[in-house]
């Protein structure tokens, strides 16, 4: 059945060369529907230029080229910009490293069809796992998100998934360019913004797997910037500006 939306697949890179013709040709395969932009941060592997050619090959593939690799949240704000300028009315978020199944994309677009605002990839409902992780790191993604959805009332088992979609409606009215953080962080905020201006947030059980090929770029400064930048959003909010 056609959808009544028109979709755009935003897949921010960096050093991807070894995953991204497999993980174009996936989405594809998922949703011959949908448009797709890469936004690549100057990855000196030739990562932009295969997906250049996977371009010509598939249809439907942009590559939006940036200088110099400047944080997840900064290639979404482009990639989110890119495709509202052009009249596309769904974005999604996605992973170039194939831990997000590109399978799931018609899902996450149904959601979205079934009313919702937000659409997210969980982690944590029902159906949902993370089966290849450590237990130490699956304990810290657990206690990191119910953090930032205790003290700051999300409402989401999963605010720091990357695996979702927009629509483009939702990202004008939460002011999304004046967002600010990157990393995990970034997915919390922008969580966070839909929840204040009382969108609809669904979740969709995924299964997230483990990078196969390359480098994760995962670090300890990401993890200390989500939670320092979460606990000072909740200050911020409930306590500071109910004070004045």
């Not at 939460?174 to 919390?188: H, K, L, P």
Request: net charge positive; glycine share 10%.
């Amino acid at each position: 059945m056609p959808r009544s939306t028109r979709p755009l697949v935003v897949i921010p890179t960096y050093q991807e060369a070894e995953n991204i013709g497999v993980v174009l040709e996936q989405v594809r395969a998922a949703a011959p529907e949908v448009s797709v932009l890469v936004v690549d941060d100057g990855s000196p592997d030739g990562t932009a230029d295969l997906a250049e050619s996977a371009g010509v090959a598939l249809g439907q593939i942009s590559v939006l080229r940036r200088p110099h690799k400047s944080g997840l949240g900064g290639a979404y704000r482009a990639g989110f910009e890119w495709g509202i300028e052009r009249g596309y009315d769904v974005l999604v978020e996605m992973d170039a490293d194939l831990s997000h199944n590109p399978a799931d994309v018609p899902r996450l677009l149904d959601a979205v069809d079934n009313g919702a605002s937000l659409a997210v990839g969980s982690r944590y409902v029902s159906g949902g796992g993370t089966p290849h992780w450590p237990l130490r790191r699956r304990l810290l993604s657990r206690w990191g998100n119910r953090y930032a959805g205790m003290v700051l009332g999300l409402g989401v088992r999963d605010a720091t998934a990357g695996f979702r979609a927009y629509r483009a409606e939702l990202l004008r009215a939460i002011e999304y360019q004046t967002t600010s953080a990157d990393g995990y962080a970034f997915q919390v905020e922008m969580a966070y913004r839909v929840r204040r201006v009382g969108g609809l947030i669904t979740e969709v059980p995924i299964i997230f797997s483990d990078r196969v090929r390359g480098t994760s770029k995962m670090s300890s400064r990401i993890v200390a910037e989500a939670m320092f930048l979460v606990t000072w959003w909740a200050l911020r909010d409930r306590v500071f500006r109910r004070g004045r």
